[in-house]
């Protein structure tokens, strides 16, 4: 276990470094370095038993410079953006946004502890990129020969069952305007790789 | 009638189509119109914002930027899915809270011959609209069928009571909400305090171990209130805990067979729509069996409780026909 200790300059030049890394990559003001270590985060988590650092824990790594063992943990893939955390953070932290930004970093240098969840975000946006709708259908028949071959024998009557009742399509939606967004999107990535 | 500016979401033409269905069949009796914006696109739900950060906001943005093109009044722009709600809602929010953002967003935005200031465009949850602006007392004149007896649990799940950027709820974990509306239909509603417990949303793709166990909480608290369906207003919490029950009751070896509706098909019901044409029996869990008893054995109750008619009273039994246990007599004199 990785136990926070701010003593050196270093350290805490490090820690300072990947907090205001960490702030500038939250889309809201997130107000990390406010954090008063209290664990009402972790304490409100449904998720805190699937985490390997509760959102305190990491948030102490941070301030430790601890970016590796950082972008390496499941905590942000485990959260659940229930805001659980966030109503009850006496010092409203953007706790969800911030565990947001970690994944966006974590996939930029490949981190993340397995690729089940950042493939699933992949397809998914890749569809939404391209049609301008998502595609659940697509989305999941992908998804699951990917990584679940074993839950398919399960889904595949689920699946029967959905598009018996009328609620999947075989064919994605399209907008009419496919270039006009995926203009929007290249110049967004520009954007972002120049941040 | 007044007019919404609306943004349906990917989900209501796919595994949500009963909310839409639902939502066309309350909209008049309600008084209110929902006008779709024009070739709107997804909202990215959870998935975008955890892959990359202008694009995902300036996807969202998009549909800002068009429904501020489309509004003539003061319109807001409504959504009825919580994800999709939250990520327009967040969007404006935070656009005006970070510069750099709005300015990353609105080049972007650019590209596409397209500009959007924060603050023009007011977001809104389905909800929140019907309580506070068509209000109770509406709904409450417009039920024709009342839910009588029909004992659900209110599951309005995380995403519209938090993190509740506009403050439109005084309270983010147990609001009264959904309750006060489905009161209003006549409905018998159960405490339910898991009412706002996540329901795991993309977790039984990308772990399922962990959005199982979510899903088995809140159902197993749902039968344990004694309710007999749940009412969401949320479309990946129906289909989490509606498709994935099967899976969830296979993992943990219980037999739950909890239907769960969107609160819209109550409404539509209790207007006098037919279950079928509002959507109920889309369900894996099938509601329709629940939901047609109970207003088969409503119409009486209800008339007695208006105070049209009086309850019919069930004829006293024979007091000595009861069977009482008595004190023997010896006891009584001692
Ligand atoms: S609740 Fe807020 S202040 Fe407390 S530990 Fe968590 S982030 Fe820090
Ligand atoms: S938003 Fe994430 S970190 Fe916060 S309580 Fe929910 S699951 Fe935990």
């Known amino acids: 276990m990785v136990v926070a200790q701010v003593s050196s300059p270093e350290v805490a030049d490090a820690g300072a470094r990947f907090l205001a890394e960490v702030g500038a990559k939250t889309a809201g003001v997130s107000r990390l370095e406010m954090c008063i270590q209290c664990g009402s985060c972790g304490g409100s988590c449904p998720s805190a038993d699937a985490m390997d650092h509760t959102p305190r824990g990491l948030f102490a790594l941070i301030r430790a410079g601890e970016r590796d063992e950082v972008l390496h943990s499941n905590t942000p893939w485990m959260c659940l953006s229930c805001y659980h955390c966030v109503v009850r953070c006496p010092q409203d932290i953007l706790i969800t946004d911030v565990m947001y930004a970690l994944k966006v970093i974590a996939e930029e240098e490949h981190t993340y502890p397995n690729n089940v969840a950042p493939d699933f975000a992949g397809v998914f946006v890749g569809q939404a990129r391209r049609f301008g709708r998502s595609w659940e259908m697509g989305l999941t028949a992908r998804h699951y020969l990917r990584h679940y071959i074993l839950r398919l024998p399960r889904m595949t009557p689920m699946a029967l069952g959905l598009f018996r009742h009328g609620r999947i399509g075989l064919l994605p939606h399209q907008i009419h305007q496919k270039k006009q967004l995926q203009a929007i999107l290249r110049r967004a990535d520009e954007l972002e790789r120049a941040r | ?334």
């Open chain 2, 1 to 334: 009638m007044t007019n919404y500016l609306y943004y349906p979401g990917c989900s209501m033409e796919g595994s949500g189509r009963s909310y839409r269905e639902s939502l066309e069949g309350i909209c008049e009796p309600l008084g209110i119109t929902f006008e779709e914006i024009n070739d709107w696109n997804c909202c990215g739900a959870t998935e975008y914002v955890s892959l990359s950060t202008t694009p995902a906001y300036a996807m969202i943005a998009r549909n800002l930027a068009i429904a501020a093109g489309e509004k003539k009044g003061t319109e807001p722009l409504v959504a009825a899915c919580s994800a999709c709600y939250l990520n327009l809602a967040k969007t404006d929010h935070y656009m005006g809270q970070q510069p750099a953002l709005n300015a990353r967003i609105n080049d972007a935005l650019g590209a596409g011959g397209l500009h959007y200031d924060p603050g023009t465009i007011k977001v809104r949850h389905l909800l929140e609209v019907i309580l506070n602006d068509v209000g109770l007392d509406k709904v409450k004149a417009a039920v024709k069928k009342p839910l009588t007896g029909l004992k659900v649990a209110p599951y309005l799940g995380c995403m519209v009571p938090r993190p509740d950027v506009d403050g439109a709820y005084t309270n983010h974990e147990q609001p009264n909400d959904l309750d006060r509306l489905l009161r209003a239909l006549g409905a018998d509603v159960v405490d339910y305090p898991l009412k706002t417990e996540c329901c795991g949303g993309h977790m039984t793709q990308v772990a399922p171990k962990v959005g199982l166990e979510l899903i088995r909480r809140l159902v197993a608290e749902a039968e344990k209130r004694e309710a007999v369906m749940m009412v969401t207003v949320c479309p990946m919490c129906q289909i989490n805990i509606d498709a994935y029950q099967g899976e969830m009751n296979a993992m943990f070896h219980t037999h739950y067979k909890m239907p769960i509706v969107f609160f819209t098909q109550l409404m539509a019901v209790a207007f006098g729509v037919e279950p079928g044409k509002a959507g109920v029996g889309r369900e894996y869990t099938n509601a329709k069996k629940t939901l047609v008893q109970a207003l088969k054995a409503a119409p009486e109750l209800t008339l007695a409780a208006a105070g049209v008619a009086p309850a019919a009273r069930k004829p006293r039994p024979d007091k000595r026909a009861l069977p009482m246990p008595r004190m023997a007599d010896s006891e009584v004199e001692e």
